[in-house]
C-alpha cells in the first residue's frame, strides 16, 4: 500500500515536473487574495465612511444610496458570476491579465463585506464619544478620525482577519477564467494522470493549512486586543 501511494505520489508530482503547478498556483492565489484584501480594505473603508457619515448626521445622502445599492447588488449576487463579468463583460475588448482582473474582482467583492464590517464598528461607539469631540470643538471629520476611527478600527480587526480567510477561499472560482491558481493546477495535474484523489486532496490540505495558520493568527491577535483593553 505505501508502495502504491509513493508511486501515485511521484506520477503526480514529481514525474514532469508537476508539482510546479501547485507551487505556482499558490504563488497566485496568495497574491490575488492579499492585493484583493487591499483593495477590499480600502474601498470598504470609504463606503463605510459614506454610510455611517449619512446614518449619522444625514449628510452625503447620493453617495450614500450609491453605496448602498452597491452594496446590495454585490452582497446579492454569487462572487462566480462578479468574476465572470467583470472578465467577459467589463474588459472583454481589453488585453488584460487575467491575475489583474480576479485582483480587481475579488477586491470589489470583498469591499461589500469590508464595508458592513467598518460600519458596524463605527455605529458601535457610544454617541456621547461624538458629542464629547463636538463639545472639545472637533469638527466632525476631526472627531471621526481622531476619537472614533481608532475604537472602530480595534474592534473590527479580529472580523477583518477572518474576511482575509472566506476571501482566501473565495479565490478558488478564479479557474473559471482560466486562471492557474491553486484550484486549477490541482485540476490540471488531475486531467494529465487522470487521478483525482492525490492531486485534489493535495489541494485541500494546502487550503486547510493555510485557514488553520491565519485562524491561528487571528486568535493571537484577539487575545492581544483584549490585553491592551484591560490595560
Do not use: W
Not at 66 to 75: G, N
Amino acid at each position: 500500500m505505501l508502495d502504491n501511494l509513493l508511486h501515485d505520489l511521484y506520477r503526480n508530482f514529481i514525474e514532469g515536473n508537476r508539482y510546479n503547478y501547485i507551487l505556482s498556483g499558490l504563488g497566485v492565489t496568495l497574491k490575488v487574495t492579499v492585493f484583493a484584501l487591499l483593495i477590499g480594505v480600502i474601498m470598504g473603508f470609504l463606503i463605510a465612511v459614506v454610510r455611517s457619515t449619512f446614518e449619522l448626521n444625514g449628510q452625503l445622502k447620493l453617495l450614500s444610496l450609491i453605496c448602498k445599492i452597491y452594496v446590495t447588488i454585490i452582497r446579492g449576487t454569487p462572487v462566480v458570476v462578479q468574476l465572470l463579468i467583470i472578465y467577459f463583460c467589463v474588459f472583454a475588448a481589453v488585453d488584460i491579465s487575467k491575475t489583474l482582473v480576479a485582483i480587481i474582482a475579488f477586491g470589489c467583492n470583498s469591499a461589500a463585506y469590508v464595508s458592513e464590517i467598518f460600519r458596524s464598528g463605527i455605529l458601535s461607539i457610544d454617541k456621547g464619544q461624538f458629542e464629547a469631540g463636538r463639545s472639545l470643538g472637533f469638527s466632525y471629520r476631526q472627531t471621526m478620525f481622531t476619537i472614533i476611527m481608532p475604537q472602530a478600527i480595534k474592534n473590527v480587526i479580529p472580523t477583518l482577519g477572518n474576511e482575509f480567510i472566506s476571501l482566501l477561499k473565495e479565490t478558488s472560482v478564479a479557474g473559471y477564467i482560466a486562471l492557474q491558481d491553486l484550484t486549477k493546477a490541482g485540476d490540471i495535474i488531475r486531467s494529465r494522470t487522470f487521478d483525482a484523489f492525490i492531486p485534489l486532496f493535495t489541494v485541500a490540505a494546502i487550503y486547510l493549512i493555510m485557514v488553520l495558520i491565519l485562524t491561528k493568527m487571528v486568535a493571537v491577535l484577539e487575545r492581544r486586543l483584549r490585553v491592551s483593553e484591560r490595560r
